[in-house]
């Protein structure tokens, strides 16, 4: 099973202010989805990742107009570290992998065919 992920970072947090700079985002609303090889099963997490702004300089700072999705998921993956990003994407293969093969499945009694009415009821 090979799944691909894709990441949906495009709502973000900005300061409207930041010393010199404007719009300056500093928290990401992020979104992590997996899909099997297949293209039927996918699984997603979701979450939020603060960026540090602490150190941001003329030479590094991206205006707002400017960012890219990819800019984002950039830095949201660098924030994180890899040993984090590799958990999500765990998490999301295990999600995949109950979908699959499920441990558990939740079921209506009389839900299957016709309803059948108790002796109390017929």
Request: aromatic letters at 8%; a negative charge; charged letters at 25%.
């Amino acid at each position: 099973m090979a799944n691909t992920y894709s990441w949906d970072c495009k709502t973000v947090d900005t300061y409207p202010t930041q010393d010199t700079f404007s719009d300056v985002v500093y928290n990401v609303h992020w979104r992590l989805t997996g899909t099997d090889d297949t293209g039927e099963h996918s699984a997603t997490v979701i979450g939020t990742q603060t960026i540090s702004v602490e150190t941001i300089d003329a030479e590094t700072f991206v205006a707002f107009e400017s960012l890219t999705h990819d800019d984002v998921v950039g830095w949201v993956e660098t924030e994180m570290g890899e040993e984090r990003v590799a958990e999500l994407k765990s998490s999301v293969d295990s999600q995949i992998a109950d979908k699959l093969a499920p441990k558990s499945v939740t079921k209506t009694i009389g839900s299957v065919g016709e309803f059948m009415p108790s002796s109390e009821e017929a």
